[in-house]
């Protein structure tokens, strides 16, 4: 089961917000897709087409937001956060934003250029799937 979830931050000023859009294996705890950009479906379908093959039959769970049901169909249920099916992907995003000064939302940390925001966001996914992936293989 995929749980999926949207986060935002900014680039430069609050005004330029950034939506991180995640897929998370609830099995492995890793990160096995995400997307980067606006709020709207254009982003949740890039989303879906970063799903790697393993994993576009696995059904998926998110919160009430309309671009996924539109985008991911038949095999989607959204969920209220007091269901606990998205559990995992929120305790995702509160560790984001513990590790990453740039995704907090009152802070004095923030990327001044996109790549760079970006960048440290491949490096963290990056660092978080391998030490997920140790703790999951190894305990």
């Not at 935002?8 to 609050?14: D, E, L, P, R, Y």
């Not at 096995?32 to 982003?43: H, I, P």
Request: proline fraction near 1%; hydrophobic fraction near 35%.
């Amino acid at each position: 089961m995929l749980e999926l979830d949207e986060v935002w931050s900014f680039v430069q000023k609050k005004a330029n917000k950034s939506w991180l859009w995640i897929g998370l294996c609830r099995r492995a705890r890793e990160v096995v897709a995400y997307a980067v950009g606006g709020r709207g479906a254009d982003v949740c379908e890039q989303l879906k087409k970063n799903i790697p093959q393993a994993y576009c039959s696995a059904q998926t769970v998110s919160d009430f937001w309309e671009a996924y049901k539109n985008v991911f169909g038949h095999d989607h249920r959204s969920v209220g956060k007091d269901s606990g099916e998205t559990a995992h992907v929120e305790r995702w995003n509160n560790t984001l934003r513990q590790q990453l000064g740039r995704f907090v939302r009152k802070t004095f940390s923030f990327s001044k250029i996109q790549e760079n925001h970006e960048a440290s966001l491949k490096l963290f996914i990056h660092e978080y799937n391998i030490t997920a992936r140790h703790k999951y293989f190894s305990g």
